[in-house]
């Protein structure tokens, strides 16, 4: 594992997270970091990538979503398997839990929302979209996206959505931190969103709705592209 990690060399993109992630995925899928190693510290990694300690962190997450790697306390990060999860875990949670639930939820909740939003609620989430735009820091969109879904499902005014939605949020955020990791979905989901509060603004309800299924049938075909359709 030694020779792996000198082959090294710093990271200048802006996405690099993603980078050090999928470098780390590829090493411990082809057996280059052996099963049972334990991984370098954090400190060590972020020398070699010539990235911050958050961003290793960052990355060191999805390698756990994953169930390649288990952090132990006290001892580090330890490759636990070189094979990826058929379903991948957010806790209690699964991606085939999500994928299945969010159509019910989030898909009338669009609906409610064009026809029930307030005007400071609309306000604020188009401020999010154009936030996320802007942003090029992968943790910090996946809050606002997080915060986008969530207001959403306020603005629609059924106390039992939001509700669902907000229990769901850490699941969601991992979720998202993934599947951009993986997929790189950051643009295609900013455009949308967009679509999804267009139809909001304007309060058309079959439209927030559809927008919001495209959306959502989208980011399920990328959670299948990681899992391999579990």
């Not at 370098?40 to 020398?47: D, F, I, Y």
């Not at 001892?75 to 994928?99: E, W």
Request: neutral net charge; contains cysteine; hydrophobic residues 45%.
């Amino acid at each position: 594992m030694q020779d792996w990690l000198d082959e090294k060399l710093p990271i200048s993109r802006k996405n690099a997270a993603e980078v050090v992630f999928e470098d780390l995925r590829r090493a411990i899928l082809s057996g280059r970091i052996p099963v049972g190693s334990r991984l370098p510290s954090e400190e060590k990694l972020g020398r070699s990538y010539g990235v911050s300690r958050p961003i290793i962190r960052e990355a060191m997450r999805s390698l756990q979503t994953l169930g390649l790697t288990r952090a132990r306390s006290g001892s580090g990060s330890f490759v636990i398997s070189d094979r990826q999860q058929a379903d991948l875990a957010f806790g209690d949670v699964t991606a085939r839990d999500l994928i299945e639930a969010r159509p019910h939820i989030e898909i009338p909740a669009a609906g409610l929302a064009a026809l029930r939003r307030t005007s400071e609620q609309l306000s604020r989430l188009l401020a999010l979209c154009d936030q996320m735009e802007r942003q090029v820091a992968s943790l910090t969109w996946v809050g606002l996206d997080s915060e986008f879904h969530g207001l959403i499902a306020q603005a629609g005014q059924n106390a039992l959505f939001a509700r669902i939605v907000a229990e769901s949020r850490d699941a969601l955020q991992k979720q998202s931190e993934l599947v951009n990791m993986m997929a790189d979905r950051r643009m295609a989901s900013n455009a949308e969103h967009r679509l999804i509060a267009a139809a909001i603004a304007q309060g058309d309800e079959a439209a927030a709705q559809d927008a919001m299924q495209r959306h959502l049938d989208r980011v399920a075909r990328a959670v299948a592209g990681i899992t391999g359709g579990a």
